[in-house]
């Protein structure tokens, strides 16, 4: 069965500095991995995805994720954080050819960036 | 991309009585799915909306309390159906285009059951 884990119900961050927000996962097959964010009051927005070729995927607002196959992680990165970056991020993922096309999503990240 | 619109974006409901949501989408979309966020908490897929025909749900949801209906491929309704303070979520619709991998979302409806 497919499983995402966030293991961070929260990561602080100063504004200026980098961020990371860490997630893994388990699929049987190949897997599409995605990043997603929610702002207050809203619903989720697609940040970037993982679907093959190189393992370092960028995305929107400057953000970043690196597909780690031995580890079978997902971190979202950003080198500078902004505080307008805070909010709720969820990893997510999907098998490539599995029989279905649900997404499977983590408990979630908030991210609070300090001024 | 594909632009997802719900309405209503929130209500506040008596316990007892059933709520409609819509999900229209900009564009024609292979699949359209349900989900329900409880306070605090992540996302756990309901249902997968198929046109014409029945809905596909997940363990621990059923159609009787969740009905469904996708009368075309840009057109979605999720029924909360004879509602309890439990169902007070916010509820979102999400389609995957033919060509996309990423799904899109709409605003979500927050619903309050009192």
């Known amino acids: 069965a497919q499983s995402v884990a966030q293991p961070e119900d929260q990561v602080n961050v100063a504004e200026g500095n980098p961020l990371t927000v860490k997630c893994t996962y388990s699929?049987?097959?190949?897997?599409?991995l995605f990043w997603y964010v929610q702002y207050p009051n809203r619903g989720l927005q697609f940040l970037l995805k993982?679907?093959?070729?190189?393992?370092l995927v960028k995305g929107s607002y400057g953000f970043e994720a690196e597909f780690n196959k031995s580890q079978t992680s997902f971190h979202l990165k950003k080198p500078s954080a902004l505080v307008s970056d805070s909010a709720l991020y969820f990893c997510?993922?999907?098998?490539?050819?599995?029989?279905?096309?649900?997404?499977?999503f983590g408990t979630g990240t908030l991210l609070a960036v300090q001024p | 991309s594909a632009v997802i619109s719900q309405k209503p974006s929130r209500d506040i409901c008596q316990r007892g009585t059933s709520l409609t949501i819509q999900c229209q989408v900009d564009?024609?979309?292979?699949?359209m799915f349900w989900y329900r966020q409880q306070p605090g908490q992540s996302l756990t897929l309901i249902a997968t909306?198929?046109?014409?025909?029945?809905?596909?749900?997940e363990s621990g949801f059923v159609i009787d309390k969740f009905p469904i209906s996708r009368p075309n491929l840009t057109f979605s309704t999720l029924t909360v159906s004879n509602m309890s303070p439990e169902d007070s979520s916010i509820y979102l619709c999400?389609?995957?285009?033919?060509?996309?991998?990423?799904?899109?979302f709409g605003q979500g409806t927050r619903l309050t059951v009192v």
């Open positions: 997510a993922v999907r098998e490539d050819g599995g029989a279905t096309n649900k997404l499977i």
């Open positions: 699929v049987s097959g190949n897997p599409y």
């Open positions: 993982y679907i093959t070729g190189d393992n």
């Open positions: 564009s024609q979309v292979t699949m």
């Open positions: 909306a198929n046109q014409g025909s029945e809905a596909t749900y």
């Open positions: 999400s389609g995957l285009t033919g060509k996309g991998t990423e799904a899109f």
